[in-house]
Every structure is written in structure tokens, then in C-alpha cells.
């Protein structure tokens, strides 16, 4: 049986999965954010792996909804019922008995009422207690940055509905810029390419396919190729492609500048004793965007700056989550070092 330290709960509650992270048990829970419910009633049909197969192929009386967009929440009841399909599912034999202490990673650029929605769902879902903290402060503990040194470390976390870019020193934020741009806008340029280019309405389940077997940030020597299937945009009938590989890179080209952009703004703030630290250091990057082919790469040639692709890039969000009970003694450590130094 669970002790009580086990029922110490750290999530990822990302736009496109799910992840959820037991003290002793580690990551138990990985699921798509999708959850398929009756149309009318509400009444919930399927979470996860199943619910996600249905969607844009439900009939009239079912939806299957992605409830997290942009890394906030969309829709409140949904996300409430998903997070407590997952607990039971973490817990499967204690959640009516252990109410969990949860702490969540959230994007640091969502507003005062989007947190407060994140914590009263993560309460409505069955936890006892709920704290809040940056993704890419757990995305750091979580990639076993030593970030309670006195030295700079750069954290590059691009998740399915944000990117967040940061710089830590001693357990504390010292530069933080997040943009709501992450995996679902590669899918999203994708489709757009797909469309003005060759006329053909493809969905973004397609699209990720693409980009997962042969996406790259980079050109490679290599050119693959896969067939894809949708509907003509000016007669509605289905039709096949071919699509190579040089089209996909083209087609993220804008959204990844975007990402390279912030990467630099966020540089530009950075005191230069820090950035002396990264230049030696380098990026670490984390998160599902980060797996692109060919990003790292790409990051460190516009910047001149080693990076450094995570261990488990998926899962350091809701890893560090979960640790932050195993580091408060440091964040109180360095919060009274910051104190002492602005008296």
C-alpha cells in the first residue's frame, strides 16, 4: 500500500499529453489530453489513448475534445474529469482513501486566472493540496540540472502548446520568456504548407505523422518520402501524395524562427556572468518539440551556444514536479540568499 510520502503527485498537464509522476513509483501515468464525453449528457466516454483515436471521427453524439490548449486550460469540466481519471488510474486501489498532494507544471506566461483554473480543476479532480510551478524550473530539477549552484543554466522547454526558455541560478528565475508556440504549430504549419502548395486538406494527426517520420530543422543529405491521404481542396475527393522531406523542413521554417528568436531575446537579458556560465555549459532542452530531427543542431548554429538534448525529454516536466518535495529545502535555501541579498 502507498505510503504517505507516495501520495506526493507531480503532473505534466501538457496540451497534448498527459504525465503523472509518483514519489517511489515514477512516471505512472502517460496519456494523450483528450477526453471523449456524450454530447448533452457530458457523461464521459473515454480518457487517454482510447479517447484520442476518436478524434474528427466521432458521430453527432459523441466529441472528443482536447480540453488544454496553448498549455491552459480550455475547457473546465472536461479537465477536471480528465485529471481524475488519471489519478484513479495512478491510484487504482487507495484514491478514495489518500486525497494526493499535487504539484503541477505550468507555462510561466499564463495569466493570474488561468493558474487559479489549473488549481481549482487539480482540487475539483480529488487532490488535498495543490501547488504550481514553472515548467522549465521542473523541467531543470527534472533533467538533473545542479540549478541550486551559484552558476547560470539556460532550459529550453518546448512543449505542445508553448515554448518556454529560461535562465536559473540558484533554484531562482532570473530570466524567463515563454511564447504559446510548441508542437501543435508544427502540425499546424504543416497543414497550411500541405494546402497552399499542393491543394490538399489533411488533418493534424497526419500532420504529425510527417513530422515525427521525416521532419528535420535541418537539411539533410538524406531526402525520405511519404505517401499522405486527404481531400482535394477544390473538389472535396480524396487523393494521395507523395511529400518529401525538404518540403516538411520548409514548411517549419517559421515557427522554428520564432522559437530561435526567443532563444536570443532571452539571451539579450542575461546578465553576462550567467551567459559566460552557458557558453560553457550550453542549452538543455526539453520537452516533445525538443525531439525534433535536427533542432539541437539548428539551435546551436544560430547561436553559437553547445545544446544539450535532455535524458527523457517527455518526461522532465513531470519528473521535476514530482522532485520539487525532495528540493523545498533548496528553494528555501536559495529564497534566503536572494532575501539577503536585496536587504
Known amino acids: 500500500m502507498f505510503g504517505l510520502k507516495s501520495s506526493d503527485i507531480g503532473i505534466d498537464l501538457g496540451t497534448c499529453n498527459t504525465l503523472i509522476y509518483i514519489r517511489g513509483k515514477g512516471i505512472v501515468v502517460d496519456e494523450p489530453s483528450v477526453v471523449a464525453v456524450e454530447r448533452g449528457t457530458k457523461r464521459v466516454l473515454a480518457v487517454g489513448h482510447e479517447a484520442k483515436r476518436m478524434l474528427w471521427k466521432t458521430p453527432e453524439n459523441i466529441i472528443a475534445i482536447r480540453p488544454m490548449r496553448d498549455g491552459v486550460i480550455a475547457d473546465l469540466e472536461s479537465t477536471e474529469k480528465m485529471i481524475r481519471y ?81 535562465v536559473i541560478s540558484l533554484g531562482g528565475m532570473v530570466v524567463s520568456n515563454a511564447i504559446r508556440l510548441g508542437g501543435d504549430e508544427f502540425d499546424e504549419a504543416i497543414v497550411k504548407h500541405v494546402r497552399n502548395k499542393h491543394g490538399l486538406i489533411i488533418g493534424e494527426q497526419m500532420a504529425e505523422r510527417l513530422k515525427i517520420e521525416i521532419g528535420n530543422a535541418l537539411p539533410d543529405k538524406t531526402i525520405e518520402k511519404v505517401e499522405i491521404k486527404g481531400g482535394d481542396a477544390v473538389t472535396g475527393l480524396p487523393r494521395r501524395l507523395e511529400i518529401d522531406s525538404v518540403e516538411v523542413s520548409d514548411a517549419l521554417k517559421d515557427p522554428l524562427t520564432q522559437i530561435i528568436d526567443e532563444v536570443k531575446r532571452t539571451f539579450g537579458h542575461t546578465p553576462p556572468e550567467l551567459a559566460a556560465d552557458i557558453v560553457d555549459q550550453g ?61
Open 86 to 166: 488519471f489519478l484513479s488510474k495512478a491510484l487504482p486501489h487507495h484514491f478514495n482513501f489518500i486525497k494526493p498532494r499535487m504539484i503541477i507544471g505550468i507555462p510561466s506566461c499564463i495569466t493570474e486566472v488561468e493558474r487559479r483554473a489549473v488549481e481549482e480543476c487539480a482540487y475539483k479532480g480529488g487532490a488535498r493540496d495543490v501547488m504550481v510551478i514553472e515548467e522549465s524550473r521542473a523541467a531543470a530539477i527534472g533533467a538533473n540540472i545542479p540549478i541550486f549552484e551559484p552558476a547560470g543554466h539556460m532550459i529550453c522547454d518546448i512543449g505542445g502548446g508553448t515554448t518556454e526558455i529560461s
Open 283 to 343: 542549452i538543455v532542452m526539453t520537452g516533445g518539440g525538443s525531439l525534433l530531427k535536427g533542432l539541437p543542431k539548428l539551435i546551436s548554429r544560430e547561436t553559437g551556444v553547445p545544446v544539450i538534448l535532455a535524458e527523457n525529454p517527455l518526461e522532465c516536466v513531470a519528473l521535476g514536479a514530482g522532485k520539487y518535495f525532495d528540493n523545498v529545502r533548496g528553494f528555501d535555501i536559495s529564497r534566503n540568499i536572494y532575501d539577503n541579498i536585496n536587504r
